[in-house]
Nanobody, 126 residues
């Protein structure tokens, strides 16, 4: 059984930073294209960032590009999201997701999402 667990959320002031982590049980994250999504109150879930299984290719939404960095820690088999220069509009529940097809080399900008975590709350407020 696959389980994804996000951590690292919290309350931060505008301009601050947070680092989210996603860990998995039941699969090895480094074999799969994975990504981060978020959902703000009253809004639909939206794509944030994706990373290829190899770690060599990343993609970001325009709203977070140049502020957020997605990466992998293969030693820990986790996926990370470093969030800098946070804004109030970044407030949301952040979810990690996995495309369950291993070693995909095709276009992953529309990341297929077969597994989801339970989410971690990020609140940006003074």
């Amino acid at each position: 059984q696959v389980q994804l667990v996000e951590s690292g959320g919290g309350l931060v002031q505008p301009g601050g930073s947070l680092r989210l982590s996603c860990a998995a049980s039941g699969l090895t994250l480094s074999k799969y294209n994975t990504g981060w999504f978020r959902q703000a109150p009253g809004k639909e879930r939206e794509f944030v960032a994706a990373i290829r299984w190899s770690g060599g290719d990343t993609y970001y939404s325009d709203s977070v590009k140049d502020r957020f960095t997605i990466s992998r820690d293969n030693a820990q088999d986790t996926m990370l999201l470093q969030m800098n220069s946070l804004k109030s509009e970044d407030t949301a529940v952040y979810y990690c997701a996995v495309d369950a097809r291993p070693y995909r080399a095709d276009n992953f900008r529309n990341l297929r999402t077969d597994y989801w975590g339970q989410g971690t709350q990020v609140t940006v407020s003074s």
